[in-house]
């Protein structure tokens, strides 16, 4: 069974930092990602690792503040969250891809086929 489990979620003040883990079991993945959604508004691209080359990708919204990584070894995959604002208010999901590689998907939802259960993250002002 293939499973993705988050952690690392809370509350924060306005320029605190988080990191944000997400552990994979059930097979490996050659793309991870982290989605958030907001209230009312849709999901939206946080950040991806490709497994093969440890490329990143980010939304240009965190670009700066926030770094992914991964652990092959323990197939997990943090996001490290500095500089945190309000609007960085949502809940953030995990998300892995089982391939083929597709350069160029790595911001769009449908590229991947196994999401967490998602954990919250407040910025308070």
């Known amino acids: 069974q293939v499973q993705l489990v988050e952690s690392g979620g809370g509350l924060v003040q306005s320029g605190g930092s988080l990191r944000l883990s997400c552990a994979a079991s059930g097979r490996t993945f050659v793309a991870m990602g982290w989605f958030r959604q907001a209230p009312g508004k849709e999901r939206e691209f946080v950040a991806a690792?490709?497994?093969?080359?440890?490329?990143?990708y980010y939304a240009d919204s965190v670009k700066g503040r926030f770094t992914i990584s991964r652990d092959n070894a323990k197939n997990t995959v943090y996001l490290q969250m500095n500089s945190l604002k309000p609007d960085d208010t949502a809940v953030y999901y995990c998300a892995g891809d089982r391939g083929p590689w597709r350069s160029g998907l790595q911001m769009v939802t449908t590229t991947y086929d196994y999401w967490g259960q998602g954990t919250q993250v407040t910025v308070s002002s």
């Open positions: 690792i490709r497994r093969a080359t440890l490329d990143t």
